[in-house]
């Protein structure tokens, strides 16, 4: 499979995955926070919808306190766009989050490298 549409599973895998850990579900709780970053390089870097700006460590730090918070979250992803090299990816692409009681759109860009068969999250910006 090619990196673009590598990286473009990873979108999709990776909301997949944080909706179930948003919504308490067991089978990520085994597998911890180390299960929603597994993809996530060690130089991570990213720019919330608020400005603020965040490390791979950030968000360790904060994925035990989202863990079951959202039991009706759903994540939709649309509109993936992308460019990629041999060893690395750029995608565009707008997520939309329901939390069960109120609904918010984000247009994001993201810088995916590809380490082994796998591309990881390098760099994420999420706007309103």
């Known amino acids: 499979m090619d990196n673009l549409s590598k990286a473009k599973e990873e979108v999709i895998r990776f909301s997949e995955y944080i909706t179930a850990w948003f919504k308490g579900e067991e089978r990520v709780a085994a597998a911890g926070s180390e299960g929603v970053l597994q993809y996530i390089s060690h130089d991570f870097r990213m720019v ?50 329901h939390d069960g009681t109120n609904e918010n759109t984000r247009y994001s860009s993201a810088v995916f490298i590809r380490e082994g068969e796998h591309m990881v999250w390098l760099n994420l910006w999420e706007m309103p």
């Open 48 to 97: 919330s919808p608020n400005g603020v700006r965040r490390d791979r460590q950030d968000l360790a730090s904060w994925l035990p306190a989202a863990f079951g918070q959202y039991p009706e979250m759903r994540i939709t992803i649309n509109d993936i766009q992308g460019y990629a090299t041999q060893h690395h990816v750029l995608l565009t692409y707008t997520e939309t989050q």
